[in-house]
């Protein structure tokens, strides 16, 4: 008989406090199967994985899970990838993706899934049948509550390791996006934009798109 699953949850859901871990029990379809303990999971554990209306994600070999996007984090995304495709889309720039596609990143055994994502023209050779083999162009992240830690930490690090060039966090509890650029192999903070402000690229030169129009009253 299948052990249930435990999955951690790292973070309080409020930015500031202690990071705590909470067990939680995971959906009856993932207990039917066994799974590997934290730590041991590998690409093929998650292509098991059942399409239950959460979010997966195998991060140096531990398994992360969010429930589905609230309605906020979902505008926030559409806004954000819909200026953004347009804009590259008329400058032959590249393609925007959106979650869920599977990104495999050099070095991880598992892919990740940003919520936006751009590659290159000269660099689509990446995007395969199946996922995206290689680092972004330009990554975006919406924070929620059950991903902020990951998102500012984990996968702040994993991107830079494998070489993705720009990197945005989009806090809509704070209303800011911060823009954050590759220096040899570490993030370095180019702007934080508040309401009010406009958004800038160095990867997307001349593409702009106000705070208000991503982070929503």
């Known amino acids: 008989m299948a052990r249930p699953l435990s ?9 500031g406090a202690t990071p705590v871990v909470v067990e939680t029990a995971i959906s009856p379809r993932l207990a039917e199967e066994k799974w590997p303990p934290q730590g041991q999971w590998t ?13 997966y994600e195998v991060i ?3 398994l992360h899970m969010a429930p589905a996007p609230r309605p906020k984090h979902q505008e926030a995304t559409i806004n954000l990838a819909t200026a953004m495709s ?17 990104v495999l990143l050099h070095g991880l055994a598992s892919p990740v899934q940003p919520d936006v994502l751009f590659i290159a023209s000269d660099r689509l ?5 199946e996922f995206i083999e290689g680092p972004p162009d330009l990554t975006i992240e919406v924070l929620s509550p059950s991903n902020w ?3 500012r930490r984990t996968k702040f690090r994993l991107y830079a390791r494998a070489g993705v060039r720009e990197y945005w966090i989009v806090d809509l509890e704070r209303r800011t ?25 160095e990867v997307l030169p001349d593409f702009e798109i106000a705070v208000e129009a991503v982070c929503l009253p």
């Open 7 to 15: 999955s951690k949850w790292c973070g309080t859901g409020q930015k």
């Open 86 to 102: 347009q804009f590259a889309r008329s400058k032959k720039l590249g393609k925007v993706y959106t979650a869920p596609i599977d």
């Open 149 to 151: 830690l990951d998102d």
């Open 60 to 62: 140096e070999g531990e």
């Open 177 to 201: 996006i911060e823009v954050f650029a590759l220096h040899g192999h570490s993030f370095t903070l180019l702007n934080r934009y508040e309401p009010g402000e406009t958004v800038r690229s």
């Open 43 to 55: 690409y093929e554990d998650y292509k098991r994985l059942p399409d239950d209306g959460w979010r």
């Open 125 to 129: 050779d990446i995007v395969k049948e």
